[in-house]
């Protein structure tokens, strides 16, 4: 074995131990079922005994999650000669996604390795610090040992964008057909993928165009100026109506269209993307869900997103353009005021931390959404600024596949956040070491501090004898 692979294992194993210990304490303190776990435990064992007809109606998510489940306990049934109830107990469904997030270090690794192959800075140390502090990035992690979807939702899409950067699109889209059967709003990082593969051919035939007018500058970044947003613009349009252009794309994107296509007459004929109860999943124009995503990724990639030289290149460029930042300011104040949310769990359920971040600050005064939106700003131009590295179509997928992901949400949820957080934070610039390990370290200490309050801090409701328990 070649001493880097052995680095790889060597983490991947430690990694796994430690989530076992983890998991091995998780689970004596919270032995039954708990929140959401209340309906999916029971379904999957419906389906460990056999009864696929059945369906609790609560349930909004396709059954992937329960599928590959059943897949996995019949393995151990027929290997060990285990009986059913034993392994379809919730310890043992809650294993599963152990798995899952040890399969996804490993492929945010790889990942890394594909994205950043041409970077020499990039080292060996710096990808696998980088793949352990994704893969215990908080919110994901945490909810590695509850029986959710979270973990193999984004195992099966970080799988579909490591073959589609592989050229595997075939493979990528039976990975995001997986993925989609897991969690249905998955559909738009599936879109994601093809649009990566046609943001490849727009910068090339875009350079070409360059080359062929012998332009001096040949600019794809998001660096670009209003003058060559406009060309840019202009020349989207004529790439689109070109029926030769059109047909090279399909034929590029084929699995990801006819998957789409499939999602689409899926939604026709289910009446809508939920599948159970749609009272509480009511899709809106929540514009300020992008706000609350930047200021969140903003926060967990602070020691990559913020320093001294990002401040003063801010200040520079609000010099520099006072009147496109004005005029932000002005649509991001009209945008807080006409299309903010507040969805009813977000006010009822005092176990999850949005409903304090929403109470604390939020709710502290009228003013105060208004009072937030320079922040807003700063992380949005954080954002972008980090990413400037892609090419400008490639940004330009990525904040429409954002939008369509989050927008609609009219809950505040921090899971929405995590497949587009890790899509951003995957394709910034390697950081350094040290930062790598300030950022493994923060989340280190978000991650005990959940912990300790999901399994110590425990309260009851007046009306309820159960013991209620803090989590994202």
Not at 66 to 95: D, N, P
Not at 97 to 110: A, D, E, Q, T
Not at 250 to 264: D, E, N
Request: glycine fraction near 4%; charged fraction near 15%; charge should be positive.
């Amino acid at each position: 074995m070649e001493k880097v692979e052995w680095y790889i294992f060597a983490s991947l194993g430690t990694y796994f131990l430690i989530s076992c210990i983890l998991f091995s304490k998780f689970t004596r303190e919270q032995r039954e079922p708990y929140m959401d776990e209340i309906f999916h435990v029971p379904q999957v064992q419906k389906y460990c005994e056999g009864r696929f007809n059945e369906w609790d109606p609560m349930i909004t998510t396709l059954p992937g999650l329960y599928l590959v489940s059943v897949g996995i306990v019949k393995s151990l049934v027929w290997l060990a000669g285990w009986s059913g109830k034993v392994v379809c107990s919730t310890g043992m469904l809650r294993f599963i996604n152990l798995l899952f997030s040890s399969g996804n270090l490993y492929l945010i690794y790889l990942i890394l390795c594909k994205l950043h192959q041409t970077d020499k800075t990039a080292s060996t140390s710096r990808r696998i610090l980088s793949a352990l502090a994704l893969s215990s990035f908080p919110v994901l992690y945490f909810f590695t040992f509850l029986y959710y979807t979270d973990a193999g939702s984004t195992f099966f899409t970080l799988s579909a964008y490591l073959m589609c950067l592989y050229g595997s699109h075939k493979i990528s889209g039976l990975l995001g057909f997986c993925a989609v059967m897991f969690r249905q709003t998955n559909i738009i990082w599936v879109v994601f993928c093809a649009g990566v593969l046609i943001a490849q051919k727009l910068t090339e035939a875009w350079k070409t165009k360059l080359t062929k007018k012998r332009e001096d500058k040949v600019s794809t970044s998001t660096e670009a100026s209003i003058t060559e947003i406009k060309k840019v613009t202009q020349f989207m349009v004529e790439y689109i109506l070109s029926t030769s252009n059109v047909k090279i794309l399909i034929c590029l994107t084929w699995p990801y269209v006819m998957l789409l296509v499939g999602f689409l007459v899926f939604i026709v004929f289910n009446g809508g993307i939920v599948v159970g109860d749609r009272s509480s999943h009511e899709a809106c124009l929540n514009f300020p869900q992008l706000f609350y995503f930047f200021s969140f990724t903003l926060a967990f990639s602070i020691f990559h997103s913020l320093s001294y030289q990002k401040i003063v290149n801010f200040i520079q460029s609000l010099k520099k353009h006072p009147i496109f930042f004005l005029s932000l300011t002005a649509l991001s104040l009209f945008l807080v005021w006409k299309f903010t949310y507040v969805h009813k769990y977000l006010l009822a359920d005092n176990r999850h931390y949005p409903f304090y971040v929403w109470k604390k600050i939020f709710q502290k005064h009228r003013l105060v959404p208004f009072i937030l939106v320079p922040g807003y700003i700063f992380a949005a131009w954080s954002f972008v600024d980090s990413l400037k590295s892609k090419s400008l179509f490639w940004n330009l997928m990525f904040c429409v596949c954002l939008v369509a992901a989050i927008v609609p949400q009219k809950l505040l949820e921090f899971r929405y956040y995590i497949l587009p957080y890790l899509i951003y934070r995957l394709n910034i610039q390697v950081p350094s070491v040290f930062r790598l390990v300030l950022e493994l370290g923060l989340y280190t200490i978000v991650n005990a501090l959940t912990f300790y309050l999901f399994l110590n801090r425990t309260f009851l409701w007046p009306d309820s004898k159960e013991v209620q328990r803090f989590m994202w």
